[in-house]
């Protein structure tokens, strides 16, 4: 019975990629229950073989396991076997290089003959290093044997050696990866999901594997910079796409651009004459456009400060949110989605200063705007409905219904690289600067289509009904998922750069993660003690910072679905916050009037 107790079970699973594809010779694998992410990683690695570094740090140790047998060889045998290895390569090199080097009594006028020679010689080398190494790891064991009483600390010390070359190597992975069975993250070992999901192990199970970005963005951990300047809550905060601007929208009806680098403030936009309830960045960081309380449009340049081309006059009541046209679309940046109290949504020619398409269907204030990748524009609103519309003309497509309650927020699968266009941080850097507009349209469309490598671009709504809903709306009307469990309104939801969640904040208190496929619930994160505004993504989709009424913001990490860092500083209300694109600043505002940013 104890024997069966210790014994090891197996599973008879397989390894796949989200798309449903099995890695070249991946089969199926006959995988112990007590088998870690790190194992699961050095299998996939070696299943892809695309983990090139890791690759080189394994080849790595086998050499140099390798020198030690041969330091180990007696005098005579090395020299013997290296003097046999350099002159059979040398041999071998020159005959493939048809140089007229000719040992005594052979004749090899014959390519084939050159060719057989060669094959000999490397079958040799090759046997004679096998027969090397298993000589050496026998005597190795029987060493073994002999000395282990007597080399107790040496064995320790070895042992420390390995385990921090596998640490080692486990760190050098190129792109890990996360493992999931039925949704469910592997976090620990494959057994503790099988029990969480009641899974037999007389079934066969699909690992999926799941690429995680290749760089780790660092949680911020202080306040950096309290900057003064606007004279009322800071209603709108915003990092640009190259994310080397930052600006603010302010119920002091001005517009503020800060310098990120010197943490200072840089210019001062005054042309409002209410509030500005929201910014919105232009996707190639040149412009910033903003809307304010009493219906207006403004443009501006953030290097200078100045208001740019004519006020855009059209909107009976307040602006609720703006949204311009993808890079990839348009290089030229030149037209904006607003979406208002009044019911309407006016696409704007900045450059004309007029609006082109009025898109009205809403028979209540319209919440939230999207401009889709492939030239649709999607609208929620208080009509309890989200509607589908063709950008180039302004004809609708679809509604969606289904919300109980006024539709608050939405976001897209495709958020991240839409906002971003084709400035990749991770690759690009401030290089976009002296690339033409052509190339960066390409670069664009190449990060666009990879985001929706796994399908269309999907859409997720929150409600005052509590509730959200996952759609593909550019496809059909069809609820993919219905996604319930926060016990207040749902104020704002957003998708993680690499589209794999969904984290949603709620009055209730908490925010809660959903799976971005699926939308089955992930975790609910608590620990804020009011009401949650805002949420933002870091660049790498690790970490989550959300902002409160409580006057906090929290750093989460969805690895651990736990607390990361608690940022307390703000004196009131936290409105707003945003993570730069690349990752190394946190930006917050609120009602007491200060901006504040946080780094590492």
């Given at each position: ?191 503790d999901v099988l029990k969480q999901e009641n899974i037999s192990t007389e079934k066969l ?234 190339t960066l349209q390409q670069l664009a469309k190449e990060r666009y289509d990879e985001a ?101 913001l929290k750093v989460w990490s969805t690895k651990t679905k736990k607390l990361e860092i ?35």
């Amino acid at each position: 019975m104890g024997e069966d107790d210790s014994r090891v079970h197996t599973v008879l699973g397989r390894l796949v990629s989200e798309t449903g594809e099995v890695p070249e010779g991946g089969g199926l694998l006959d995988l112990p229950t007590d088998i870690t992410t790190q194992k699961l990683q050095l299998i996939l690695n070696t299943l892809l073989q695309k983990r090139l570094l890791s690759g080189m740090r394994f080849a790595l140790r086998k050499v140099n396991a390798a020198v030690e047998i041969w330091v180990q060889i007696p005098d005579w045998g090395t020299g013997l076997v290296f003097h046999m290895l350099v002159v059979s390569v040398i041999f071998s090199f020159l005959l493939l290089n048809n140089m007229d080097v000719r040992p005594p009594n052979m004749l090899y006028s014959s390519l084939a003959l050159r060719i057989i020679i060669i094959i000999i010689i490397i079958i040799i080398i090759i046997i004679i290093i096998i027969i090397i190494i298993d000589d050496d790891d026998d005597d190795d064991d029987d060493d073994d044997d002999d000395d282990d009483d007597d080399d107790d600390d040496d064995d320790d010390d070895d042992d420390d050696d390995d385990d921090d070359d596998d640490i080692f190597l486990f760190q050098d992975l190129a792109a890990p990866d996360r493992f999931f069975v039925n949704d469910c993250e592997i976090t620990t070992s494959l057994e503790d999901v099988l029990k969480q999901e009641n899974i037999s192990t007389e079934k066969l199970i699909d690992i999926v594997y799941r690429e995680e970005a290749v760089f780790r963005v660092r949680a911020v951990t202080r306040c950096t910079s309290s900057l003064p300047g606007h004279s009322e809550a800071v209603i709108s905060v915003s990092f640009s796409p190259d994310g080397q601007h930052l600006a603010s929208g302010s119920g002091d009806t001005t517009v503020r651009f800060w310098d990120i680098h010197t943490q200072t403030p840089q210019h001062v936009g005054t042309g409002h004459k209410h509030w500005v309830l929201c910014i919105a960045w232009s996707p190639d960081g040149k412009r910033l456009a903003s809307g304010c309380k009493n219906g207006r449009v403004l443009i501006w340049d953030p290097n200078t400060g100045q208001q740019v081309g004519r006020e855009l006059m059209g909107h009976k009541q307040w602006i609720t949110a703006l949204s311009w046209e993808p890079y990839h679309s348009n290089p030229e940046c030149r037209k904006l989605a607003s979406a208002s109290k009044d019911g309407d949504v006016k696409i704007w020619d900045v450059v004309l200063g007029q609006a082109s398409i009025t898109l009205a269907g809403h028979t209540k204030s319209v919440t939230s705007v999207k401009w889709g990748g492939t030239g649709l524009i999607y609208t929620g609103s208080q009509d309890r409905t989200i509607k589908v519309w063709r950008a180039a003309d302004g004809v609708l497509c679809r509604t969606l219904d289904g919300h109980a309650h006024w539709v608050n927020t939405l976001a897209l699968s495709t958020d991240y690289v839409l906002r971003t266009g084709p400035f990749n941080p991770v690759k690009l850097g401030a290089a976009h600067k002296s690339i033409d507009k052509t190339t960066l349209q390409q670069l664009a469309k190449e990060r666009y289509d990879e985001a929706c490598k796994k399908g269309t671009e999907r859409l997720v709504s929150g409600s005052d009904d509590f509730t959200m809903f996952l759609w593909t709306p550019e496809v059909n009307k069809k609820l993919i998922a219905r996604m319930t469990g926060h016990q207040q309104l749902v104020n704002d939801v957003k998708f993680s750069p690499d589209t794999h969640i969904i984290a949603s904040a709620s009055f209730d208190k908490s925010v809660k993660l959903w799976d971005g496929l699926t939308g089955k619930f992930i975790a609910s994160l608590r620990g804020h003690v009011q009401a949650v505004y805002q949420v933002a993504w870091s660049a790498d989709s690790r970490l989550l910072v959300s902002g409160s009424s409580d006057s906090t913001l929290k750093v989460w990490s969805t690895k651990t679905k736990k607390l990361e860092i608690d940022l307390p500083g703000h004196a009131d209300e936290v409105y707003a916050v945003d993570w730069s694109p690349e990752g190394a600043r946190v930006a917050s505002g609120g009602k007491d009037k200060v901006l504040r940013l946080w780094q590492y």
